[in-house]
């Protein structure tokens, strides 16, 4: 069975970074179209940025500019760099993997990203 784990989530002051890595573990990890998701309370779970497994990316609007996402395929893992933080990007940040042909989709446990002063 596949598994995603995500880490390096926590508390952040406004204008701060944080780095969020998703390790996946029993998959062809390079494969896999992989994603980077956020739900806020109250709120539902929102696509923050995406990388296929030919490297191409998109980003959130809200996003655009302050986060990158990147891909080792090598350490089976997905990057998600996060600066100029904003309480608005507060939220459980989940890692998704797509296989697309086969309609194969997973996810993470998430982890939390809180930004408060």
């Known amino acids: 069975q596949v598994q995603l784990v995500e880490s390096g989530g926590g508390l952040v002051q406004p204008g701060g970074s944080l780095r969020l890595s998703c390790a996946g573990t029993?998959?062809?990890?390079?494969?896999?179209?992989m994603g980077w998701y956020r739900q806020a309370p109250g709120k539902q779970r929102e696509l923050v940025a995406g990388?296929?497994?030919?490297?191409?990316?998109n980003y959130a609007d809200s996003v655009n500019g302050r986060f990158t996402v990147s891909r080792d395929n090598a350490k089976n893992t997905v990057y998600l760099q996060m600066d100029s933080l904003k309480p608005e990007d507060t939220g459980v940040y989940y890692c998704n993997a797509n296989w697309t042909e086969m309609n194969f989709a997973y996810w993470g446990q998430g982890t939390q990203v809180t930004v408060s002063s």
């Open positions: 029993r998959m062809i990890f390079g494969i896999y179209d």
């Open positions: 990388i296929t497994r030919g490297r191409r990316t």
